[in-house]
């Protein structure tokens, strides 16, 4: 079942724009722990290769994270079948005449276009296009230590 209306805020980032909706925040909301961020064995070899791209990168954002992981391996799964669909097409023409003569569309074309919507989906929860990485407010992965600013404690909640 699908719930209705736009996505809502991490409570962090409602915090950082000074609860803009005046709404009461979520105490409760689940962080995510820091953890070895590291490609599973089972993805195909171009999969791999795009994590390796990457991961580092969001990794640095502080976008992807131990909780993340499945997600970012659906996109990067899908990437490699997308990859593979277009080079298919590429070879081979993305029509093919069957025997009774009728001009038919390869099954990779659909294949292509599904990996493409996945990716898109998931592109847009890592902040993997200009317009969603826009949005994105995330904290530098880096940084372990305590802020020394101390409004930014009472932002976090840390004083």
């Known amino acids: ?33 820091k953890g070895t961020i590291e490609c599973p064995d089972w993805l ?3 999969a791999k290769r ?14 992807l ?7 970012f391996a659906g996109y990067c799964q899908a990437y490699a079948r997308w990859r593979e669909a277009e080079e298919f097409i590429s070879q081979h023409g993305s029509i093919f005449q069957t025997p009774s003569g009728y001009v038919q ?10 990996n493409l919507k996945i990716m898109q989906s998931l592109c847009a929860e890592f902040g993997l296009t200009p317009a969603t990485r826009a949005r994105i ?21 840390e004083w």
């Open 65 to 71: 994270t131990t909780a993340d992981l499945t997600a």
């Open 1 to 33: 079942m699908a719930t209705r209306g736009r996505k809502p805020k991490p409570t962090a980032l409602k915090v950082l724009e000074g609860n803009p909706g005046k709404r009461p925040l979520n105490e409760y909301e689940p962080i995510p722990p």
């Open 50 to 63: 795009e994590w390796e791209r990457l991961a580092p990168s969001l990794e640095a954002m502080g976008v």
């Open 105 to 114: 569309q390869v099954p990779q074309v659909s294949i292509a276009q599904q």
């Open 137 to 157: 407010i995330a904290g530098g992965g880096g940084n372990d230590a305590a802020s020394d600013d101390p409004m930014e404690q009472v932002l976090k909640g």
């Open 44 to 46: 195909e070899e171009e």
